[in-house]
């Protein structure tokens, strides 16, 4: 059964820094795009960033210069660096993988909170 398991949420101040980490399991990482979703309150789930199997990567305009999206292969983990939090950046962070020919799969989330 697949599973990807977000952590590394929590509360910090506007500013400040987290890393989140999605452990996937019963997949092919190596094949997987993955990427990072968000869902403030009261507002869609949006995308953040996405990193092929190959290693590129792109981010929304939003987190541009402050999230950094990586892989590790050989740990079957994603990880976002968040740095220079703001409030907006308030939400539920889901971890997503995309398998070929495309599968697509979802963590359960992570909240992470900035307070101003």
């Known amino acids: 059964q697949v599973q990807l398991v977000e952590s590394g949420g929590g509360l910090v101040q506007s500013g400040g820094s987290l890393r989140l980490s999605c452990a996937a399991s019963?997949?092919?990482?190596?094949?997987?795009?993955m990427g990072w979703y968000r869902q403030a309150p009261g507002k869609q789930r949006e995308w953040v960033a996405f990193?092929?199997?190959?290693?590129?990567?792109n981010y929304v305009d939003s987190v541009k210069g402050r999230f950094t999206i990586s892989r590790d292969n050989a740990r079957n983990t994603a990880t976002l660096q968040m740095n220079r939090l703001k409030p907006e950046d308030t939400a539920v962070y889901y971890c997503?993988?995309?398998?070929?020919?495309?599968?697509?799969?979802w963590g359960t989330g992570t909240l992470v909170t900035v307070s101003s």
């Open positions: 997503s993988a995309v398998l070929p020919p495309g599968e697509l799969y």
């Open positions: 990193i092929t199997s190959g290693g590129t990567t």
């Open positions: 019963a997949i092919t990482f190596s094949s997987a795009n």
